[in-house]
């Protein structure tokens, strides 16, 4: 098995903790699929802006993850990734409840891919949109292929 789906695979278990900004946020990985990731994310008081509305940041951050993860997922063990460039649309307010962010891979190309990501609420709407650039990074350069290196944008 590829080392990035089983790093995917042993956060599934529990056999392996989530990236840190995960615990932070209080975003889980609930499937991994090569080129598709959903998370998860329990939205509170604690992620609200003066309005008593999410932060857009914290929206944003679970799209983040979730794209990066979804890209992670289809490259090979030598290589890793950073983000070129994040776009979100707000699209509604949201206070509290479940969110969900499907990402998938649009285009991978041989150093720059593109991804989208859905944010939905818990009744099926969308509540934000996103897209990332990724660029692949191969084993000498900055970043790349590290051992023990984490997956997520």
Request: glycine fraction near 14%.
């Amino acid at each position: 098995m590829p080392r990035w789906a089983d790093l995917f695979a042993r956060i599934l278990r529990g056999d392996a903790p989530p990236p840190p900004v995960a615990t932070l946020v209080g975003m889980e990985l609930v499937s991994a699929a090569p080129d598709r990731v959903v998370f998860t994310m329990d939205a509170g008081p604690q992620h609200g802006n003066p309005f008593g509305r999410v932060q857009g940041g914290l929206l944003c951050t679970l799209a983040d993850a979730a794209m990066g993860t979804a890209y992670v997922s289809g490259l090979r063990d030598d290589e890793s990734m950073t983000t070129l460039e994040v776009k979100m649309n707000f699209l509604r307010p949201v206070r509290r409840g479940r969110l969900t962010a499907v990402a998938e891979v649009i285009k991978r190309g041989q150093r720059v891919g593109l991804v989208e990501c859905t944010v939905t609420d818990e009744q099926g709407r969308m509540v934000a949109r996103a897209s990332s650039t990724c660029l692949t990074l191969g084993a000498g350069e900055e970043g790349g292929g590290a051992a023990g290196e984490e997956a997520g944008g």
